[in-house]
């Protein structure tokens, strides 16, 4: 099966699908962090939270005594910038279509002013 990033709005879009596979990001993430920091963008991965219900469904019983920082929402148009900074290069190339996913949700989500962010499924 393998890992996967999803974008979670902070509240919906009526009409828009937020529906993505993800799986190719999470297999590339790390050639895509360092090519977006060649770029001068933030790192895809740096836009990622999780709260701490989240944490416990994947965590189980092993969540216990961890503490889990606040989640974090972030502003479409900074995700935009890296998601469009990364598309044109080779290093997105493997996971372009889950970059096309990202521009289509992140810019109905900068229309809408609702902010995001990463949650990563395992």
Same mark, same amino acid.
């Given at each position: 099966?393998?890992?996967?990033?999803?974008?979670?709005?902070?509240?919906?879009?009526?009409?828009?699908?937020?529906?993505?596979?993800?799986?190719? +990001?999470?297999?590339?993430?790390?050639?895509?962090?360092?090519?977006?920091?060649?770029?001068?963008?933030?790192? +895809?991965?740096?836009?990622?939270?999780?709260?701490?219900?989240?944490?416990?469904?994947?965590?189980?019983?092993?969540?216990?005594?961890? @503490?889990?920082?606040?989640?974090?929402?972030?502003?479409?148009?900074?995700?935009?910038?890296?998601?469009?900074?990364?598309?044109?290069?080779?290093?997105?190339?493997?996971? +372009?279509?889950?970059?096309?996913?990202? @521009?289509?949700?992140?810019?109905?989500?900068?229309?809408?002013?609702?902010?995001?962010?990463?949650?990563?499924?395992?």
């Amino acid at each position: 099966m393998g890992a996967a990033y999803y974008i979670v709005l902070e509240k919906q879009i009526e009409g828009l699908d937020t529906m993505m596979d993800g799986k190719c +990001l999470s297999r590339h993430i790390e050639f895509l962090d360092a090519a977006a920091r060649q770029l001068g963008v933030r790192p +895809l991965s740096e836009f990622t939270s999780m709260d701490a219900d989240a944490v416990a469904d994947i965590l189980g019983d092993d969540v216990a005594g961890i @503490e889990v920082p606040p989640l974090q929402q972030f502003a479409a148009h900074d995700g935009l910038a890296t998601v469009r900074a990364l598309m044109p290069g080779p290093e997105a190339q493997p996971a +372009l279509h889950d970059l096309k996913d990202c @521009e289509r949700i992140l810019s109905a989500s900068a229309q809408h002013d609702v902010a995001w962010h990463f949650q990563i499924d395992i």
